[in-house]
């Protein structure tokens, strides 16, 4: 699935997407699904955050998989489980001598 459409706000950040992200769901050979959801930000001060869930774990129903298979529909909690963390990481770059990118990466625990 395509996020063409999503904001970070708050009182120490101001951010929008910067460009389409990806929000895929994979099937594991244990048949666990497990999202996997990457999107760029941009700051109001030229900051570029990437956003990503890469350990989402989802326990799935009867419901939950009928949904899957036919495109959507609406599911109740007790139909499933996920667990998300979200990872932030900045990345700082610069134009060095030479035409050379130095980068720094932060990661926002």
Wanted: proline letters at 1%; hydrophobic letters at 40%.
């Amino acid at each position: 699935m395509s996020v063409t459409n999503a904001t970070l706000h708050g009182a120490r950040i101001d951010a929008e997407l910067a460009m389409p992200g990806a929000d895929w769901l994979r099937l594991g050979s244990d048949g666990i699904r497990r999202q996997d959801q990457r999107l760029t930000f941009a700051t109001a001060d030229g900051a570029v955050i990437l956003v990503s869930y890469d350990n989402a774990l989802i326990r799935e129903s009867e419901a939950f998989l009928d949904a899957l298979a036919h495109g959507g529909g609406e599911t109740t909690s007790e139909e499933q489980y996920m667990r998300m963390v979200a990872q932030f990481d900045i990345g700082e770059g610069r134009v060095a001598g030479d035409h050379q990118i130095e980068y720094m990466i932060h990661r926002l625990d």
